[in-house]
């Protein structure tokens, strides 16, 4: 493999500290949180505790004071034993980023410091049944009545929806068509009007509680308006580079513990009076999505980068995490064919692998999404060749 050169030594101390937890914390009991559909709380409070969460808080804001790198080795270190749940990567690289660039001091003292000791949990609400991605056109509404705004409506497919204390909500605040009506409201899950819907049984990634959340004249208090008035959506597009790396994080190091466990499954499964490994077809499978492998995640790592020097677009993040999710399915499925028959038994973690992985290119903008997105750019003007004319 190519040295990585992104991660300075502290992230590496850092990084010894997230495997040790997730190895304690997260390994033994993941069986139980996937038959259960929730993970206890007693795991975020403990990954709290020695700083895992909210990495790239401020210490004056009350958090660890790291970096989006610190983030991305908790992300990565789940990933690398097949784990989506806890959703530390939805508070630590998406909630709380809104926080911290958009929120007012007072909404960061009330909230950061809980969401970074695990005290707090938190979700965000933007896809509701008419739509997913198309947040310009939400139906869910607030209407300002003296010091409060009142909300009515629905949310659909919000990871954490049943266990989360605080809700990221997007909600339209005015008569504006689109864009122009989009507010965002920070919500605490424990006010009257706020009523948690079935949770959701899905094929993949059990462990992660999602749920249908509806919304009947909930009361929340103005001051709780994240951002001003009918800029929600200049917010939320504000943060989408980070929040489509994260996903690509994921997907890559997904990959890799997937290639990882096809080697040492392929080295000591017998066949044909040796082993599957010795079969030439065995050895360019995996070449190959070891080569691929690696250049997508030097593709990563040079995002990452753009990234924390403030040079990564949203655009740019669409492909990169377009090209990683789609690896990461193609990774699964020639994986868990080489496992043969083990490969469809759960107790193999290709087989869960495999269907936690679909969910990669429908969930945070589906793939025809940032197709969509990129298409559009090149006959914009987006293009490198046109920009340098």
Known sequence: MIPRTIFSPE????RDTVRRFVADHVVPHYAEWEHAGEVPRDVWRAAGRIG????????????????????????????????????FYLQNDIVAPYLVHHGTTEQKQRFLPGMASGEIVAAVGMS?????????????????????????GQKVFI?????????????????APGAKGVSLLLVETDRPGYHRGRTLDKIGCKAQDTSELFFDDLRVPASNLLGESGRGFGVLMGELAQERLVQAVRAVSSA??????????????????????????????????HADTMA?????????????????????????????????????????QLFGGWGYMTEYPIARAYVDARMTRVGGGSAE?????????????????????
């Open 52 to 87: 895992l969460l909210c990495p790239m808080v401020p210490e004056s804001d009350g958090g660890p004071g790291g970096d989006f790198l610190h983030g991305a080795v908790v992300t990565e270190e789940m990933a690398r034993v097949g784990a989506v749940a806890p959703t």
């Open 256 to 289: 890799e513990a997937a290639l990882r466990w096809t080697v040492e499954y392929c080295a000591d499964r017998d066949m044909y009076g040796g082993t599957l490994a010795d079969m030439q077809n065995t050895r360019f499978v995996l070449a190959q999505l």
């Open 369 to 389: 999404v940032m197709k969509h997105l990129i298409g559009r750019a090149l006959f914009r003007g987006r293009t490198p060749e046109r920009k340098a004319r």
């Open 159 to 175: 990871t954490g929806g049943h266990t989360a204390d605080l809700l990221v909500l997007a909600v339209r605040t005015g008569e």
């Open 128 to 152: 509701e049944p008419s739509g997913g991605s198309d947040l310009a056109n939400l139906r869910t509404t607030a209407r300002l009545e003296g010091d409060e705004y009142v909300v009515n």
């Open 296 to 336: 997508q995640r030097e593709f990563v790592d040079r995002a990452m980068s753009l990234h924390v020097a403030g040079e990564l677009d949203a655009l740019d993040a669409a492909a990169v995490k377009l090209t990683t999710t789609q690896l990461q399915g193609r990774v699964m499925d020639e994986c868990l």
């Open 11 to 14: 992230h590496d101390l850092f």
